[in-house]
């Protein structure tokens, strides 16, 4: 790996010493949870892998669901149950409140300003209250609908087009775009991507992407602090550039609003500059710039691969792609938008995102915490300062919670409560708790609609007879290989 190559050549022998009294430090520390026996100087780091998700939830497989690692010089706790999970995010939520930063997240100070990165804090619960408000909220989003239905008609349109051409669709990169604009439309009243046009909105993507792999690889400072200074990898200085771009264009938009004044958009953006006006001490335009890149990041990124990974497994499943066919034909009429209103009226389509979001959450380790103190954990001692990652993924798949765990199944949830919204720890795709992923009323709304729409216009030839389902890991989940397929006017 090569966060590990380049370590090897760094001071190793100023290490040695060092790591071993860490090592016997940790292992004289009492009831501390179970987990793999550290080495030395890298503790357990050389179990990772390329999916970290994966080979945790393995090793929680042999020392349980509640599993303690030495990742370099970092104690780190995970979780991998639904009952630990609901002990750590909601018993005793604010003892696990505050986030462990990655070192990437350093770059353009966004961690002091975003909203995801800051602690529990009078700033925090202040710019919080703003997203819920303003931008979250039932009213607002209602208030918006028009707008979302207009980006689902633009990205119907552009599919209808590829088929008749028989071009085939990026289906994440058609669905990056149209959440790219509803976003931007929600915020400054202006699209930032052409919705008709395959290469609009390109750079804007390759810049998320870039952002997420950065920010998700394994980054030998996050595991050894000292090499902070040297960021031996160039992932802070290349998460500078790539931050800085994003601040760019939010400056842009900002100045160009305030030399119109008088032409009012009563948009976020008009709202948010008024509370920068008025409560300058509760946001300035440094939180201002942190918050669209949270929403713009993060908004976009996640909604489109649940799109694509849902879309993937339909196509694999052609059966549950053919139910949720005849349920919209019957409910709504084949061929036509599906409205948000129609939403509560196709249980089935609900079910397909929901069990999407089971075996592909958007962020497999959730956004990893840290204890500010020593927490008493059923039991174990969890030491202060220990990072803490909920393995969303693991849980979703665990064979103990759920009959057939690794098949694609929404049949399951046909007769079942269990929902995403944070309340059921079997299901957290969106986390759960005060730190609850703030843009999920959004994507709940979101995703059926977009695939909905998408199921009942077109029908999808893969021309494949193998589906490549490789994950690519990051802060959020990835296909490995973008989806591709032809649309075909649904007869």
Not at 278 to 299: Q, T, W, Y
């Amino acid at each position: 790996m090569e966060f590990v190559t380049i370590f090897l050549g760094l001071f190793l022998s100023y290490f040695l010493l060092q790591a071993i009294f860490s090592v016997f430090g940790v292992a004289k520390s009492k009831n501390l949870p179970p987990g793999p026996t550290p080495i030395p100087i890298i503790g357990s780091l050389h179990l990772l892998g390329d999916h970290p998700h994966q080979s945790l939830a393995r090793l929680a497989k042999i020392h349980g669901p509640i599993m303690f690692l030495k990742l370099g010089q970092i104690s780190t706790l995970v979780i991998s149950s639904a009952t630990a999970a609901k002990e750590v995010l909601q018993t005793q939520d604010l003892a696990f409140s505050s986030r462990h930063i990655p070192d990437a997240l350093n770059a353009h100070s966004q961690s002091e300003y975003s909203v995801v990165w800051l602690p529990v804090s009078t700033q925090w619960r202040a710019l919080r209250k703003i997203l819920n408000f303003n931008i979250f909220s039932g009213k607002s989003l209602d208030a918006n609908q028009h707008l979302r239905s207009k980006k689902v008609q633009e990205l119907v349109a552009y599919c209808r087009k590829a088929s008749q051409s028989k071009e085939t669709v990026d289906i994440g990169r058609a669905a990056f775009r149209t959440t790219l604009n509803l976003l931007s439309n929600t915020i400054f009243s202006k699209d930032l991507a052409d919705p008709y046009h395959e290469d609009s909105g390109r750079e804007f993507k390759d810049l998320v992407r870039d952002i997420m792999v950065e920010a998700g690889k394994p980054n030998l400072v996050d595991f050894f602090p000292m090499f902070r200074k040297i960021d031996p990898q160039g992932i802070r200085r290349r998460m500078t550039r790539y931050f800085g771009k994003l601040h760019a264009t939010s400056e842009e938009l900002i100045q160009e609003r305030l030399k119109l004044k008088r032409l009012k958009q009563e948009d976020v953006l008009d709202v948010l500059l008024e509370i920068c006006h008025k409560n300058p001490d509760e946001i300035n335009s440094a939180h201002v710039k942190s918050m669209f890149v949270d929403l713009f990041v993060a908004g976009t990124d996640t909604t489109s691969n649940s799109l694509e990974w849902a879309m993937a497994e339909l196509l694999r499943n052609p059966h549950t792609m053919a139910k949720a066919k005849e349920e919209l034909k019957d409910v709504i009429g084949k061929g036509k938008l599906v409205d948000e209103a129609d939403i509560s009226r196709l249980p089935y389509l609900q079910c397909i995102v929901k069990e999407t979001l089971r075996l592909h959450p958007p962020v497999p380790l959730l956004i990893p915490r840290k204890t500010e103190t020593k927490v008493t954990l059923n039991g174990y001692i969890v030491p202060e300062g220990t990072q803490v990652l909920v393995n969303a993924w693991a849980i979703g798949r665990d064979p103990f919670t759920w009959d057939d765990s690794l098949e694609f199944k929404p049949e399951r949830f046909l007769n079942s409560e269990l929902d995403v919204r944070g309340r059921d720890f079997e299901l957290i795709p969106f986390g759960a708790g005060r730190r609850i992923c703030p843009g999920l009323p959004l994507a709940v709304r979101m995703l059926p609609v977009m695939l909905g729409s998408l199921l009942n216009n077109f029908d999808w030839d893969i021309g494949l007879e193998e589906l490549d389902m490789t994950e690519k890991f990051g802060i959020t989940l990835q296909k490995s290989e973008p989806l591709c397929v032809v649309p075909i006017p649904a007869t």
